[in-house]
């Protein structure tokens, strides 16, 4: 798709440098310029000033009015992501190490007051956590910023943890469980009201590492920007079973690389586990919901319905990696598996509320014809798939005129379909398609036995994929790779039961619809 660089958006707050997204591409022709890249993939043809803007380099100097508006038009399309005081790149631009030293030079993160930020920590039966945590946010804590847990209705009330010199924490109690969003909503209440204009919800199962929070804040400078969220990591990383797995790909880890977060995108959602908000730019939830910005009636996916409401209403979330907070992960197979089957209980209450953002699966005739084409493994497939991308790149071709650019499109557009069809085959669709194999078994025919080949195969290359691809860039993966592709089949059966449960009670199958688009 091809799109003027303008945007009516209010122009990027400099002087932060934009950097381009390492998988956005800059195709030059003589002196026309294009940016290839986004999610989901766009090209953007910049005009003579805009382009000249951007330097061999990839990035965006913001400093003038052309600079910010091109910055601002690229950062909301995916394609650039703001390089923020004390934030390190992380891969997520080309550039070389004496590049990156140039454009932080002289753009040290100077250390802000706080007093108008305050930690909101919803906990049930973790005091011990509640300690851990506020001795973590130490630093944090003595430079004004304040603390509110709120104990959701924990067996032995919570007392105020022992805190370094600064505002005295405050301990709210619910008699009864309420769960999360109920939990975070009245520990935003009491934090607006004491006078915070920035909430950072965290978990008790987290530690903040350092330098994490004025990464955060800095997004939060932008005045469209309603939340941001840190990288999630392990707090004891492992490289074997379950806890190497949940090193390399814990559902809370977004990645290594920067985001707009918004559905079905690279980054879809951020976990409220960690998460900084400006509470007057986020939406209130829909009649009935509660007062804050959790919706209450939701006790799984409030932090995925909260995102995707603040998308629809013109906010951005962002997901930067550069700020880092570790959690206590699962160690342990029966614990991470019933956790992945919670998650999965979300989706028929998301279909419920955001419709066709939660389908698992969308594709168009073309996508849906090359990828059954590959994975057929045939001559015959193999000539259908290659008809089906060739009839798109010249459809393409004819939108963007430009050949080398409407390759690139359909190139990553066949990546993404070729691995979405066993995805979906084996994660939402697995009982749908462990049906299938079981009708086709006794019939011992060639093409029963292919198509158990075939899955057996779309099994194992499918968790090779998620395996290699959860690495940081330049690095090997974290894990070892049999134990990473088992475990990724049975996370994806423990959330297919989930989602299918979620179906089952609200007697409706809408969030396990795909789309089909034209």
Known sequence: MTRPAGSASPAYPGPAPVWLDRRTSVLRRGQAVRILGGDPVTLVTPSPTAAALLDRRRVIDT???AGAALARALTDRGMAHPLV???AVNGAVQCGAAERGAAQSGRT????ALDDVTVVVPVRDDAAGVAALAEALGPELARGMRLVVVDDGSAVPLTAPACPPGPAPVVLRHDCSRGPAAARNAGTAAAVEAGARVVVYLDADVLPRPGWLDILLAHLDDPLVAAVAPRIIAAEPGRFWVRGYETARSALDMGTDP??????TRVPYVPSAALAVRPD???PPPGGGGQGPF??????AEDVDLCWRTSAAGGRVRYEPAARVAHRHRTTLAPLLARRAYYGRGAAL???RHGPAVAPAVASSW???LALGVWSATPAGLVLAAGAAGRAWWRTRGLTGDGRAAARLIARGSAASVRQLPEALLRPYWPVTAAVLLAAAPSGSRVAKGLRRRLLAAAVVDGLWHWWSAREPGSLPVDEPLGHVVLRRLDDIAYGVGVWRSAWDARSLGALRPEFRR
């Open 63 to 65: 400093g003038t009015p």
């Open 85 to 87: 005081d004390g934030s």
């Open 109 to 112: 993160a100077t250390a802000r």
């Open 259 to 264: 985001a707009r977060v918004r559905p079905r």
């Open 281 to 283: 730019r986020l939406p």
């Open 295 to 300: 919706d209450e009636r939701l006790h799984v």
């Open 350 to 352: 998301l279909e419920d």
């Open 367 to 369: 996508s849906l014809t």
